[in-house]
């Protein structure tokens, strides 16, 4: 299966890695990668150049940065995620996906097991589980290497925090992303405070690179240059009822709380539906060698 709402990749300096597009490739996935003009050339050698979208630098523009340093430095991706957003409501979508760059790899976490997926099947797993509710605001799969495979306290899924770099959002949400940095955890708890759920997924998984480990993206723009202090202290301001700096991955870091929203609860579309046996989507675990 592959999944029903259209999926986006921003990308910038990253033509040569381009995790995300290859592994989409290998699971036969549609998708648009969405660019910078100056860099057209280089990814139309090596992506099909209709799955290519270059950025409208009006996005760019526009771009509200939550600082006021405008043009003197990168505005980071949160242009090209709103563009894709736009992008799919102009083609009717109800929602759309929008991910990074560098995610090497999709999963399935079942019974002690972490497989590969080799198709769209397990994201429309995700969007027909969302798509059971009516306040679902945003959803997407955890991070593999926060979920090791012998964990007795895994869950299929968390409730009611942030979801990052591979993100399925409800178009319709009166928001928009914002920031120069740590734009994924604004838009998280913006959505939580407004009342909304989001659903994060530790059955199906991404395979994520480690933060400034590929070249190109945030780590060029950003964090080569100035390390992680600055974009702390800007989710720091934006959240400061539930945000705080610490010190952890060898770094400056921020900690959000997100316990406020710990009851905030589903509700089914159609309260008299009774979701019975386990649907596995014709989904079978194989060797690589067979």
Known sequence: MNPQFPL???????????????????????????????QYDDYAAV???????????????????FDDLGD??????GAARNFAWDHSMDRGYEW???????????FRLNKNVIARLYDGTGFKCMEDFVLRYENVGMAGPNYQMFCPRKSPDI???????????????????????????????????????????????????????PTQTVKGGNTEDFYDREGTLNKTRMIVAM??????PV???????????????????LIK?????????????GLVLRSINE
């Not at 759309?96 to 999709?106: A, E, K, L, Q, T």
């Not at 539906?273 to 386990?278: A, D, E, I, M, R």
């Open 269 to 281: 579309k159609d309260p008299a539906q009774v979701y019975t046996p386990v649907d596995n989507y």
């Open 155 to 209: 869950k299929a899924l968390i409730m009611n925090t942030r979801i990052y770099s591979c993100n399925l959002i409800r178009n319709s949400l009166p928001f928009r992303w914002r920031g120069r940095y740590n734009e994924d955890t604004d838009i998280s708890l913006r959505v939580l405070k407004a009342g909304w759920c989001t659903i994060q997924f530790n059955a199906f998984l991404q395979g994520k690179v």
């Open 47 to 65: 992506i099909n150049p209709k799955k290519i979208l270059v950025l409208d630098k009006s996005y760019q523009r526009d771009y509200d940065t």
């Open 96 to 106: 759309h996906w929008v991910m990074d760059d560098n995610i090497r790899w999709f």
């Open 247 to 265: 010190w952890k991955f060898s770094r400056v870091h921020h900690s959000v709380d997100y316990s406020q929203f710990k009851n905030h609860k």
């Open 72 to 77: 003197t430095k990168s505005k980071g991706p």
């Open 8 to 38: 986006y990749i921003v990308s910038k300096s990253r033509a040569d890695s381009r995790l995300t597009s290859k592994s989409l490739e290998d699971m036969g996935i549609p998708y648009h990668i969405v660019i910078e003009g100056q």
């Open 239 to 244: 959240h400061p009822d539930v945000t705080k």
